[in-house]
């Protein structure tokens, strides 16, 4: 069983950054395409960037220039570096590994972007 923990969210002001991390436990990470979605208040949950394990990576245009994904498989950790914040950043933060048909999420860190 794979469990997922993300860690790094809080409260930040617009324009500042953040880095989130989410460590997986289990011998499928370096296998396993690896994503950050995040869930606003009353909205679905969407996809903010994903790496494949080839170290590709997409990110969504609403981020792209400020959100980078990165893996370190050594560490079995994925990481979200989000910098210039923007007030409609906030949301809860998740990661996802996903290996073949099977997924997995993390519990969600909370990411609040105001002043």
């Known amino acids: 069983q794979v469990q997922l923990v993300e860690s790094g969210g809080g409260l930040v002001q617009p324009g500042g950054s953040l880095t989130l991390s989410c460590a997986a436990s289990?011998?499928?990470?370096?296998?396993?395409?690896l994503g950050w979605y995040r869930q606003a208040p009353g909205k679905q949950r969407e996809l903010v960037a994903e790496?494949?394990?080839?170290?590709?990576?997409r990110v969504v245009d609403s981020v792209k220039d400020r959100f980078t994904i990165s893996r370190d498989n050594a560490k079995n950790t994925v990481y979200l570096q989000m910098n210039s914040l923007k007030p409609e950043d906030t949301a809860v933060y998740y990661c996802?590994?996903?290996?073949?048909?099977?997924?997995?999420w993390g519990q969600g860190t909370q990411v609040t972007v105001s002043s």
């Open positions: 996802r590994l996903q290996l073949d048909f099977r997924a997995y």
């Open positions: 289990g011998s499928i990470f370096s296998r396993s395409v």
């Open positions: 790496i494949n394990t080839g170290g590709s990576t």
